[in-house]
């Protein structure tokens, strides 16, 4: 069967991010950018269903511009087969996202479509439920562990309560967590190799999904500030300065 | 061990900075065929570069023409130069010395134009490979240098392989070319096996520290280049500030001490923090936010601590052997132009030999001499050197004679019998507070759990010597606190080496008096992500 992942260009989880002073957005100049974390560990998980001998083939996917291709190159250097970048200057809500997979998917015919559970820079855990929902297949979100036995996959998922297994029909959508494996180290070689291998580049109105937003973002704010505190001499001066605050 | 993985390239490079990243455009300027790959240990191009910077424009144009309607995203044409003589809360204008001219010259981020020329080579067809790092040389059987081995990835602290467990491949090439920065940690090894600096004085270096900050609108005078001296530094340590005034609000304040000072007790960084706080620089930041910081160490011995630059199969470019400009402040322009010029001997020869006498007769290391003597006259205290420095300016550096230097690590005074000068210093109250906060600018990133990548060579030496004579200078001169003396648990105390914290400025390899602490190479990838420094 093929596995469909999907991977997203993110600012890398070291970057100290920075809102603009007109809290028109985040400072993305002269940012380092990778491919969002969970989508590594989708990946990785991906690979090791096909080494495991229940894939053929694995094929990174990734809505964006054309800078995301440098993500689909990291993603062919770990060990995927082919890359589609679904082209569009625009930044897609997770439902036009959602949407862009179905077309993917009715290319493809994946048993599979992984994703990582949440973006690092919007942090919306929406495009993989959304997706299952529009393609009418079951999900499994959360993963920390996953089976795949014929066309069942048994998956454990890290719900609130704790652990949660669910069986489901593939083809299905599954979202992983951050303790379902430890992603791969690249090797120099497999990037070169990764040059070599397929990335195709379709436009998203080729593929006729209509990307209009719903939601628009009106303002970014920084945390505020911590204030700073007083050293206070003794407990009467604790119990004093609290009520002065309405505290107590 | 299984037998590592090959990969054959025509020249392989270690270090994708500006003397890296020229040498290989160039290569494939003259050379098309030729394969030629760049490997580097951070995680992306630029991400462990921090420099001023003001630079010369002159061999940027040499390497790419046209790079002038195709500016790296930080690049402010310099408009105005200042040079100050501080005291606590009173500053003096000096006359701009003439290698401190910048008309025509440059405000740059080099960590944005390494990032910015990446491409350019990349589409000439260049191999770049950022997040591998080069941990050993490879040698041929006749003990050549015969090319690089990568570092493995996923050991654990224990030195014991992980689940994600992948060996570095070995890179074959006829020509090596280190070009790893002041202190490389490969060019040392091979500086000593080759005895590369035997007919050369110590080399001598600084360390630099600096922050990028982003100030109220309206304090920024894009184009303004002030160097001070003076306050807070004493008569006898070496040293000075950068401040760098930029676009979009933004200045680069930096702070440079010669790490020849005599103070055992002497806490760089500290000094960094106050100059930040005399009422000029203080007015400037005031309100503002700090966008990154780090440190690294610069080298300073030029002319006549010019180690031999070639070996057989390799040889040494840009601050890895050491061609910065002192006076000039400035190692940018001879970075790239040893670049350029180590692509030419290549491409004419395919090999290193004769590289050395070709870097010596060029107007480079020319530019060395002229002013060898002026950061040594240094040593004999502040206005000596001021004396000198404007003599040898004045001679263009005519007077025959070398002055010598001494090295760095041998500098510092013993406790005992040493009393420190006054300070002076004042109470702060502009960020960061502490190391800790500033690190946390750098961004840096360590695996904790892989070998610790600063080796003490004689542990014990910490505890039962370094505490009484000198009292353990490293927990002061790291600018990231790895070094810190904690109790331990059966009494006494012992050394704590926070690994993590390592923003890959080698101050510790070069200013440890007993020269026990080796700089090696952390799994690739590791170390700061700095963001326009």
Not at chain 1, 119 to 145: C, H, V, Y
Not at chain 2, 102 to 124: I, K, R, Y
Not at chain 2, 302 to 331: C, F, H
Request: hydrophobic share 40%.
């Amino acid at each position: 069967m093929k596995i469909l992942v999907g991977i997203k260009r993110v600012v890398d989880y070291n970057v100290r991010v920075r809102v603009l002073p007109d809290g028109s957005g985040v400072d993305k100049d002269g940012v380092k950018m990778s491919v969002n974390p969970f989508d590594e560990i989708a990946l990785e998980e991906a690979l090791r269903i096909k080494e495991a001998g229940n894939a053929d083939e694995v094929i990174v996917v990734s809505v964006g511009g054309d800078e995301c291709q440098q993500q689909l190159r990291t993603g062919l250097a770990m060990g995927a087969d082919r890359a589609i970048q679904v082209q569009t200057g625009q930044s897609l809500q997770p439902l036009g996202v959602a949407q862009a997979f179905l077309k993917i998917i009715e290319r493809e015919d994946p048993g599979l479509v992984i994703f990582g559970k949440q973006a690092i820079d919007d942090d919306n855990s929406q495009t993989g439920q959304m997706l299952a929902a529009l393609w009418e297949r079951p999900q499994a979100t959360f993963a920390s562990k996953l089976n795949i036995d014929g066309q069942v996959a048994t998956v454990t998922r890290e719900v609130d309560a704790g652990l949660e297994t669910v069986e489901i029909d593939l083809p299905a959508v599954v979202t992983v967590d951050l303790r379902l494996n430890e992603p791969r180290f690249v090797k120099l070689p497999d990037i070169m190799k990764a040059k070599r291998k397929p990335l195709d580049v379709l436009p998203l109105d080729e593929l006729g999904v209509a990307a209009e937003s719903t939601l628009s973002v009106s303002h970014f704010a920084p945390p505020p500030q911590r204030g700073k505190g007083i050293m206070v001499e003794d407990a009467a001066q604790l119990v004093q300065e609290l009520k002065n605050r309405g505290l107590l | 061990m299984s037998e590592r993985e090959i990969m054959e390239y025509d020249v392989i490079i270690v270090g994708a900075g500006p003397a890296g990243l020229s040498c290989a455009t160039r290569l494939k300027q003259l050379k098309p065929d030729l394969m030629v790959a760049v490997i580097e240990k951070a995680s992306e191009i630029g991400a462990h570069i921090l420099s001023g910077a003001v630079i010369e424009p002159g061999p940027l144009d040499q390497l790419l023409p046209g790079w002038r309607d195709n500016p790296p995203p930080v690049c402010v044409p310099v408009e105005k130069d200042e040079l100050w003589l501080l005291s606590r809360t009173g500053r003096r204008r000096l006359p701009t010395p003439p290698q401190q001219k910048n008309h025509g010259n440059f405000t740059v981020s080099l960590g944005a134009l390494c990032a910015w020329m990446a491409p350019q080579a990349e589409a000439l067809g260049v191999d770049l490979f950022p997040g591998f790092a080069a941990s050993e040389i490879r040698f041929t059987d006749d003990g050549a240098v015969g090319g690089v081995i990568i570092g493995d990835m996923g050991i654990g602290q224990d030195g014991q392989p992980k689940d994600t467990y992948m060996q570095g491949i070995e890179i074959h090439a006829p020509v090596t070319v280190l070009s790893e920065g002041c202190r490389g940690h490969l060019s040392k090894q091979l500086i000593r096996r080759y005895e590369l600096d035997k007919d050369a004085q110590p080399q001598t270096y600084g360390i630099g520290m600096k922050e990028l900050w982003r100030v109220q609108p309206g304090k920024s005078k894009p184009g303004l280049v002030q160097h001070t001296t003076g306050w807070p530094l004493d008569s006898k340590t070496y040293g000075g500030s950068f401040v760098y005034h930029l676009d979009k609000d933004r200045i680069a304040v930096g702070f440079v001490c010669g790490l020849d000072y005599e103070d055992p007790e002497f806490f760089p960084f500290e000094a960094f923090q106050q100059f930040k706080h005399h009422p000029m620089i203080h007015e400037l930041l005031e309100d503002g936010e700090i966008l990154s910081s780090g440190a690294r160490a610069i080298v300073e011995g030029g002319y006549q601590s010019l180690p031999r630059t070639e070996m057989p199969g390799a040889l040494l470019i840009g601050d890895a052997a050491g061609l910065l400009n002192v006076p000039k402040v400035k190692g940018t322009h001879q970075a790239i132009k040893s670049g350029m010029l180590a692509a030419e001997h290549i491409a004419a020869g395919a090999s290193a030999e004769g590289f050395d006498a070709r870097l010596r007769d060029s107007d480079i290391v020319r530019e060395l001499y002229k002013v060898r003597n002026i950061r040594p006259a240094f040593n004999k205290g502040f206005w000596r050197g001021m004396i000198r420095a404007a003599f040898e300016t004045a001679t263009a550096g005519r007077w025959p004679g070398t002055l010598p230097v001494h090295a760095d690590h041998a500098c510092l005074r013993k406790l005992d019998g040493y009393t420190a000068p006054e300070r002076d210093w004042v109470d702060r109250d502009l960020p960061p507070r502490d190391r800790l906060a500033s690190v946390y600018f750098a961004a840096t990133e360590h695996d904790e759990d892989q070998p610790i990548h600063l080796q003490i060579l004689e542990p014990d030496v910490c505890t039962n010597r370094c505490s009484r004579e000198f009292d353990n200078p490293c927990t002061r001169f790291c600018p990231a606190q790895v070094y810190e003396m904690v109790e331990a648990e059966d009494a006494g105390r012992r050394l704590q080496i926070n690994a993590a914290n390592c923003v890959h400025c080698k101050t510790c390899d070069i200013k440890d008096p007993y020269q026990i602490i080796n700089w090696v190479t952390p799994e690739g990838g590791s170390g700061p992500n700095y963001q326009n420094m």
